[in-house]
Nanobody
Framework: QVQMVESGGGLVQAGGSLRLSCAAS????????WGWFRQAPGVEREFVAA????????DYADSVAGRFTISRDYAKNMMYLQMNNLKAEDAAVYYC???????????????WGQGTQVTVSS
């Protein structure tokens, strides 16, 4: 059974930083692209960032480019999202996901975590 588990969410002041982690288990994730998504109340889930299987390519939503950094630890089946200079509009539930598609960025994600809440106070 595939499991993806996010951690690292919490409450932070505007301008602060958080680092989200995503741990995957249950199959070999070495050739999969991974991504982060977020969903705020009343808003559709939106793409945040993605990283290819080797870590050599990344993709970011315009709203987070320059503030967020996605990375992965190939050996540990871990992915991270370093979030700096957080803004009120970054508050959401953040989800990690993995895609079995060969292209990058993927057009579909197949495995999802349960999400971790990020709250930003102004």
């Amino acid at each position: 059974q595939v499991q993806m588990v996010e951690s690292g969410g919490g409450l932070v002041q505007a301008g602060g930083s958080l680092r989200l982690s995503c741990a995957a288990s249950g199959r070999t994730f070495s050739r999969l692209a991974w991504g982060w998504f977020r969903q705020a109340p009343g808003v559709e889930r939106e793409f945040v960032a993605a990283i290819n299987w080797s870590g050599s390519r990344t993709d970011y939503a315009d709203s987070v480019a320059g503030r967020f950094t996605i990375s992965r630890d190939y050996a540990k089946n871990m992915m991270y999202l370093q979030m700096n200079n957080l803004k009120a509009e970054d508050a959401a539930v953040y989800y990690c996901a993995a895609s079995v598609l060969p292209g990058f960025p993927p057009g579909r994600y197949d495995y999802w975590g349960q999400g971790t809440q990020v709250t930003v106070s102004s």
